[in-house]
């Protein structure tokens, strides 16, 4: 009742303030406005039904809905530490920012980190350091079924759609891999204008959707695709499995987004809600993937061409490998995509709780086709929160030929970490189709930092390198990354994993893959 009484006074107030002012001085109206506001916005949160709050405590319980909303920047500029924001910390938002203006990423005073805290790793330093190359080595995909190999660079721009950035952001990364001589993913939303106007390298990645390359009932078209492939800035093809955020469900893209351009790249109706599938409808078992794969390639020209994945069972991904060995024929490329990957938006739970985590996925895979005696063959790149040169180093030591950056290079174009991906409301012009809001992204202005950072970041990755006596990326070995256990005790990576030989799968399979060996069935995707 007291509630109710205080409403009640205050709206009183508020006419008694209106009438007075009628007959009165102007300067009433100051007091007469905003009490007749603030008693309607009273009157209406106690009849209101939906939020308990606001019947409890009338205009006020307003404020905790006002701090909720502003609850994300307040934790990251104000609350959270250098080093423990999510999914990306200060340190290294701040590293990239700088290192894409090209100022310097130096910090004083020593590490805020606890080395000593289990799950720390180092890199291992050799007493015996060698000088920086002068030029960073490149990896060169493609194997023996491929007649047009590509060199890739060390890093690279993983896979983001036309449709999920908007046109600047595209525009601006793909002028970035033009000026530094790296690739550029397409994502599977199509291949756009903007992905080929600036003249960058691309790897034209190709989902469920088939988007770009597809019949009006949303098949794969050869002849399409075929077309598409030949031009020259395609360098590579990759068939997108799965990805890290969301491994094993498609995509949904609201009608109200499908505006006439994204129609046009994608090949579907305009402002009709578009559906990629869980599943790909070109082939069920992994025979027939390899053998798509093969087809891709012929098609293509002899193009370098692979697949993604985000690894879940083991004895699948070795079915595919029995696969390769049935058929005589392999991806020259796979991409491993971690657990932690991101995406413009995902259900909280595959995002959180589904997908092998990087470090993982790339173990499994890399020992996979050695045990196979396949790796000579196929080149591995890693993706999922790669955006320093440690975060580079790491993943080749796990097993990685070369690293693909996606919220890196966002943020090399000015993401500020807003999280606002899916909203179209993106507050710097990269994840949105709100042609006011993408003008915010000047693209003469971010080509250059995507360029720079890209190249400083591959120079850290050979410098870190050079500390360990290594030139080659080829040259790092599992002993020269090191796990802290507990506050006493920390192993290589050599000693914390199991490490096959090549070819021993097929000679002697060692215990813990004799059972996923024996049941992975190449006409079969075996749960």
């Known amino acids: 009742m007291k509630r109710i009484a205080i409403v009640v006074l205050a709206l009183a107030a508020g006419i008694v303030a209106v009438v007075a002012a009628a007959g009165f001085s102007p300067w009433w109206w100051v007091a007469a406005v905003p009490l007749t506001l603030l008693g309607l916005l009273g009157a209406a949160d106690l009849l209101q039904r939906r939020h308990s709050v606001l019947r409890n405590y009338p205009v006020l319980g307003h404020a905790r809905f006002l701090l909720e909303r502003i609850r994300p920047e307040l934790q990251q500029y104000f609350i959270e530490r250098n080093f423990d924001g999510r999914p990306f910390d200060r340190d290294v938002r701040t590293i990239v920012y ?3 203006k090209g100022t310097d990423a130096e910090q004083p005073y020593g590490t805020e980190r606890d080395v000593y805290l289990p799950g720390y790793e180092f890199l291992v330093p050799s007493m015996a350091p060698c000088p920086v190359p002068k030029t960073p080595p490149r990896v060169r995909i493609g194997g023996p079924d491929c007649s047009r190999p590509y060199d890739m660079a060390l890093l690279n721009v993983s896979a983001m759609s036309f ?27 199509g291949l756009s204008e903007y992905h080929l106007k600036p003249g960058g390298d691309l790897v034209w990645e190709i989902g469920t959707g088939y988007f770009g390359c597809r019949t009006p009932d949303g098949d ?5 695709f075929a077309g598409k492939a030949a031009h020259d800035h395609v360098k590579c093809v990759s068939l997108k499995l799965s990805q ?6 498609g995509g949904v893209l609201p009608g109200a987004k499908v505006n006439a351009e994204i129609a046009k790249v994608r090949d579907v109706p305009e402002g009709r809600t578009v559906i990629s599938p869980p599943y790909h409808k070109v082939f069920s078992t992994p025979r027939e993937l390899v053998r798509f794969i093969a087809r891709m390639r012929e098609l293509s020209g002899g193009k370098p061409t692979g697949f993604k994945l985000c690894v879940g069972s083991r004895r699948q991904f070795l079915a595919v ?24 938006a995902a259900p909280l739970e595959f995002a959180d709780h589904v997908g092998t985590p990087l470090t993982e996925g790339l173990l499994t895979v890399h020992n996979a086709l050695v045990g196979a005696g396949l790796r000579d063959r196929i080149k591995i790149g890693a993706s999922g929160k790669i955006a ?23 943020f090399a174009v000015g993401c500020i970490q807003a999280q606002r991906c899916h909203t179209n409301t993106c507050p710097t012009g990269v994840t949105t189709q709100d042609p006011r809001r993408a003008r ?36 790092l070995r599992p002993h020269m990354l090191r796990r802290r256990i507990d506050p006493y005790t920390e192993r290589s990576y050599e000693e914390l994993y199991e490490w096959l030989d090549a070819g021993q799968l097929l000679a002697e399979p060692p215990a ?14 075996t749960v």
């Open 440 to 475: 915010a992204l000047d693209v003469r202005d971010k080509t250059p930092r995507v360029q720079r950072f890209q190249e400083a970041t591959v120079a850290s990755a050979l410098q870190l390198m050079a500390s360990m006596g290594v030139t080659d990326p080829a040259d």
């Open 512 to 525: 813990a893959w004799a059972a996923d060996w024996t049941a992975a069935d190449p006409d079969r995707f």
């Open 163 to 189: 449709g999920s950035l908007s046109s600047n952001a595209i525009l601006a990364l793909n002028g970035g891999a033009a000026a530094g001589g790296f690739a550029h993913d397409t994502g599977e939303g």
């Open 244 to 249: 890290g955020a969301k491994p094993g469900i």
């Open 98 to 100: 700088e290192r894409a």
């Open 388 to 410: 320093t040169g440690t975060d580079l180093v790491k993943r080749l030591v796990q097993g990685a030929d070369y690293g693909n950056a996606a919220r890196a290079m966002m």
């Open 321 to 344: 490998c029995k696969a390769m060995l049935a058929e005589g024929t392999a991806p020259d490329f796979i991409v491993v995509d971690g657990g932690e990957g991101g995406t413009g």
């Open 220 to 224: 794969f078209d050869p002849a399409e």
